[in-house]
C-alpha cells in the first residue's frame, strides 16, 4: 500500500530527510522511531501531501504523491504532530467541516459520525468549542477527523500524546483493530506503545533510516531491552 522511494527534503542548509526507501503492505503497523530532529514529521507530511520533497518520491494506494495527491488525500487518514483544528468551533461542527471537505454527505455522513464519535469517545464533548477541550480530547477529536472517511492508510503522527494511561490504552487497542484492514504508519517516541501495536519498527536518525525490522527481532539481535535498542543505534549507528 506504501511505497517510498528515495525521498529527500532540507530546509535550507539542514538535510532533514535523506533518501529514504521503504515498504509498508496491508496489515502493517510500522512504528517510525527516531530522536526528536531526526526527520520522522517531516517525511509523514511528504507521504500526507503537505510537503513537497525536494527529490524522490513515494506511491499510496497505487497513487504518486507527486502526480496524483488529491487521490493520496482521499485514501489516507493523517493525525499531524499538533492536530490543528479551528479553536473557536464545536467539535461536532469540525467533524461537519471536515465531511464537508471529504464530500461525505446525507446518510453517509450520519453513519459516519454515528460510528467515529463513539469510537474515538468523544460524545461527551461533542457539543464543547474544540478551545475549552483538554490536550488529550483535542488528540481524540483529532484521530477522529483522520479515521472518518474510513481510508485504507492511516499515518499518525503522535496518535497518544497528551492521553491519560486508560486514553492510551483505547487508542493502542483501536489501532489493533484497525490493523487487519489498513496500513498504518505510527510515529512516537514511547518503546512500549511500538511493542504493543507495531509488527515493524524502522529507526531513523539525522535523516536516514537505520534499522528496519520487526520489535522482536531487534530484541533478540541485540539482547537488550527496545529501549536499550534504540539508544544503542541512534547514538552509535555511524552513516557513510
Do not use: W
Not at 512504528?31 to 525536494?54: E, I, Q, Y
Not at 474544540?130 to 477527523?145: E, H, N, P
Not at 484492514?181 to 519498527?201: F, G, P, Y
Request: charge should be positive; glycine fraction near 6%; charged fraction near 25%.
Amino acid at each position: 500500500m506504501i511505497s517510498v522511494r528515495q525521498l529527500r527534503r532540507t530546509f535550507g542548509p539542514i538535510v532533514a530527510v535523506d533518501n529514504i526507501a521503504f515498504e509498508a503492505a496491508k496489515g502493517d503497523v510500522l512504528g517510525f522511531l527516531g530522536p526528536n530532529g531526526a526527520g520522522k514529521s517531516t517525511a509523514m507530511k511528504m507521504l500526507a501531501c503537505f510537503l513537497t520533497p525536494d527529490s524522490g518520491t513515494a506511491q499510496i494506494c497505487g497513487h504518486d504523491i507527486l502526480t496524483d495527491s488529491m487521490a493520496v488525500r482521499k485514501c489516507i487518514g493523517y493525525l499531524a504532530e499538533n492536530a490543528p483544528a479551528y479553536p473557536e468551533m464545536t467539535v461536532g461542527g469540525f467533524l461537519d467541516f471536515v465531511c464537508d471537505a471529504r464530500q461525505i454527505k446525507g446518510m453517509a455522513r450520519k453513519k459516519a459520525l454515528d460510528r467515529i464519535v463513539p469510537m474515538c469517545s468523544i460524545d461527551s464533548v461533542y457539543h464543547q468549542t474544540i478551545d475549552t477541550l483538554s490536550k488529550g480530547y483535542k488528540r481524540r477529536v483529532g484521530l477522529a477527523q483522520a479515521l472518518i472517511h474510513d481510508p485504507q492508510v492511516l499515518i499518525l503522527d503522535e496518535p497518544t500524546d497528551g492521553l491519560d494511561p486508560n486514553q492510551k490504552h483505547e487508542v493502542r487497542q483501536l489501532i489493533n483493530e484497525m490493523a487487519r484492514d489498513k496500513c498504518i504508519i505510527i510515529s512516537t517516541h514511547i518503546l512500549e506503545e511500538v511493542e504493543i501495536v507495531c509488527n515493524r519498527a524502522v529507526i531513523i536518525a539525522r535523516g536516514q533510516i537505520l534499522v528496519d525490522s520487526t520489535p522482536k527481532a531487534l530484541k533478540e539481535k541485540h539482547h537488550c531491552t527496545l529501549d536499550e535498542v534504540f539508544r544503542k543505534i541512534t547514538s552509535t549507528k555511524k552513516i557513510a
